[in-house]
Nanobody, 124 residues
């Protein structure tokens, strides 16, 4: 059984930074691609970023490139999402997810375990 628990969300003003964390349980964390998704009110869940099992390869959606950084610590079973220069349009519930496959595809169908989400609210 795998559990993912996100933390670090909050209410901030535009322009500041937040770092989200995702704590994972289970033996296969270090061999899995991990991803972050988000869902804004009234919108579909969208891909934000993914990181390969070794941390060498990362992938981002265009709207966060240059502002967000995904990283991981396999020894601690943690995945991070550093979010800089936050914008009101970044407001959403952010989810951590474990990918079934070894590529960093943004397709949500390839992720099997999801956390409960952490709310990020950015005011202008």
């Amino acid at each position: 059984q795998v559990q993912l628990v996100e933390s670090g969300g909050g209410w901030v003003q535009a322009g500041v930074s937040l770092r989200l964390s995702c704590a994972a349980s289970g033996r296969t964390f270090s061999s899995n691609v991990m991803g972050w998704f988000r869902q804004a009110p009234g919108k579909e869940r969208e891909f934000v970023a993914a990181i390969s099992s070794t941390g060498v390869t990362t992938r981002y959606t265009d709207s966060v490139k240059g502002r967000f950084t995904i990283s991981r610590d396999n020894a601690k079973k943690l995945v991070y999402l550093q979010m800089n220069s936050l914008k009101p349009e970044d407001t959403a519930v952010y989810y951590c997810a474990r990918r079934i496959y070894s590529n960093t595809s943004p397709n949500a169908d390839g992720y099997d375990y999801w956390g409960q989400g952490t709310q990020v609210t950015v005011s202008s």
